[in-house]
Structures are given as C-alpha cells and as structure tokens.
C-alpha cells in the first residue's frame, strides 16, 4: 500500500503550486492591467499633443489673417454713411464671414473701451487725461486685441485714462 503521508504531502505540494500560481497569475494580470492604463493614459496625452499642435499652427495662420480684417474694419467705418452702393453691402457680407470664422475658430476681440485696463489683455500705448473717465480707465483702442479660446493671441494696444 501507499503510504497516505506521503499523499498528504503531495497533496500539500500541489496546494501550494496551485496558490503559487494562482499569486502569479494575479501578478501578470496585475501588471498587464497597469501597463493597459499606461498606455491608454498614453494615448490621451499624444492625442491632446497633436490638437496643441494643430491649434498652434491655427493660430500662426489666424495672426497672418488677423491685420487684413482689422484693415477690412477699417475701410468699412471710413465709409460715408450716405454712400451705400451694392458693392458696400458686399464688402459688409465679407466683413460677416470673416467674423463668422474667426468666432467659429474660437477667436473673440478683446474688450477695451471703458473696461479698466489690465496687462494681462492690453497693451498701453499712451496716457491721457479725459473727463468722465477716472484712471486706469481704457478710453480709446490704437489696434483691436484678440483671444483664441480665452488665451491672448495679440494684446490689445489701448490709451488709457490718467
């Protein structure tokens, strides 16, 4: 006959190979799970890389466009009022679009006249005394200002209240 010892210790050694295995196993899985989190975590930052990127090279472009709509804007108020011909109408509906892809592209003017000044935003190119206008007050716009998704793309040069 067998001796049950020695089946009890076999038995006991396959226990203990099977837990062995078993910590094992969990460990594989453990770090497998850690490297898939890694990866996918990975992935987010590249994604969110490449769209900086994208928005950068947007906005290099967006600036080489930003001084022809200023100029666009300025042409328009230089208008008399009582000179409204088709060809008006048409610079005024280029005018429009121009807006309409600025604002599409997440690109906004800059707020200046009569909002207090604030470096973050302006640029001060002069100081004035001005009644009715208390100090640090921006009384009038040298050149428009523009955001691009809440971040300053160009400051606003602004002469401000003495």
């Known amino acids: 006959m067998e001796d049950p010892k020695k089946d009890d210790n076999q038995i006991d050694d396959t226990q203990k190979q099977i837990e062995d295995l078993k910590k094992q196993c969990d460990e594989y899985l453990n770090g497998w799970k850690r490297a898939k989190a890694d990866y996918i975590n990975f992935k987010k930052e590249t994604e969110e890389k490449q769209k900086e990127i994208i928005d950068f090279a947007n906005s290099v472009i967006v600036v080489k466009m930003i001084p022809i709509y200023d100029n ?16 008006v109408e048409g610079i005024v509906q280029i005018k429009k679009q ?15 006249i009569g909002e207090k000044f604030d470096p973050e935003f302006h640029e001060a190119v002069s100081k004035e005394k001005k009644e009715g206008f208390e100090s640090g007050i921006i009384i009038s716009e040298a050149n428009p200002g523009y955001l ?10 602004v002469i401000v209240a003495e």
């Open 148 to 157: 691009i998704k809440g971040k300053v793309l160009i400051p606003a040069k």
């Open 72 to 87: 666009l804007k300025k042409a328009l108020s230089s208008i008399p009022v009582d000179k409204k011909d088709n060809w």
């Open 98 to 112: 121009f807006e309409d892809f600025l604002k599409a592209n997440g690109i906004e003017e800059i707020k200046t």
